[in-house]
């Protein structure tokens, strides 16, 4: 049974960092292309960040490049996403995601395993 359970989310004032961690079970996640993405009330689940199985490649949004940082540690089944210089836009839940396939790495639809979430709120 494939589980990824994020952790990490909480309250932060505009400018400040958190560090989101999604811990993966059930699966070897070196076979995985693993993602962020986010959703904020009423709106769309929009991409965040992707990085390839080996974590050499990553991918942003633009609106979170520069600031984001996405990194996985494969021997313990784990990726994570460093938050610096939040903005109150940043505010949304944010999920782990895995795939097994390649191709578009922003694509909701194209990811075969999900986490619950953890909210993260940036106050101004």
């Known amino acids: 049974q494939v589980q990824l359970v994020e952790s990490g989310g909480g309250l932060v004032q505009a400018g400040g960092s958190l560090r989101l961690s999604c811990a993966a079970s059930?699966?070897?996640?070196?076979?995985?292309?693993m993602g962020w993405f986010r959703q904020a009330p009423g709106k769309e689940r929009e991409f965040v960040a992707a990085?390839?199985?080996?974590?050499?490649?990553?991918y942003y949004a633009d609106s979170v490049k520069g600031r984001f940082t996405i990194s996985r540690d494969n021997a313990k089944n784990a990726v994570y996403l460093q938050m610096n210089s939040l903005k109150p836009e940043d505010t949304a839940v944010y999920y782990c995601?895995?795939?097994?396939?390649?191709?578009?790495?922003?694509?909701?639809?194209?990811?075969?395993?999900w986490g619950q979430g953890t909210q993260v709120t940036v106050s101004s």
């Open positions: 059930g699966l070897t996640s070196s076979r995985y292309v």
């Open positions: 990085i390839s199985r080996g974590g050499l490649n990553t």
């Open positions: 995601a895995a795939r097994l396939s390649s191709g578009t790495y922003s694509s909701v639809q194209e990811y075969d395993y």
